[in-house]
């Protein structure tokens, strides 16, 4: 997917889409995932701050982390199943399918593409 990603943009071929923005992204297909200013919520299935992947696991996003209920602690979650999500300050690491690191405002495919 390195033809996807550009500077801040990046694609979960196959599985999701996933679209990073100014902080963050989205992620299209299997739910919808818009992040704010640090972090952001499940459209669809979600608030402000609190969302759910249905069937999956629960998510919730507080100030700036997120964490799966039922699965984690304070900033470590997991997508049983699919991957594994490390969340830091802000963002964390989609570990598994492709390595995603989020900075202070975007990150990088890891494997897939480069620093972006």
Request: aromatic share 6%; proline share 0%.
């Amino acid at each position: 997917s390195v033809g996807l990603v550009g500077e801040s943009v990046g694609a979960l071929v196959g599985l999701v889409g996933l679209v990073v923005g100014a902080s963050v992204g989205a992620f299209v297909g299997l739910v919808g995932l818009t992040v704010g200013e640090s972090v952001g919520a499940f459209v669809g299935f979600v608030g402000e701050s609190v969302g759910a992947l249905v069937g999956l696991v629960g998510f919730v996003v507080g100030a700036s982390v997120g964490a799966f209920v039922g699965l984690v602690g304070e900033s470590l979650g997991a997508l049983v199943g699919f991957v594994g999500l490390v969340v830091g300050e802000s963002v964390g690491a989609l570990v598994g399918l492709v390595g995603l690191t989020v900075g202070e405002s975007v990150g990088a495919f890891v494997g897939l593409v480069g620093e972006s």
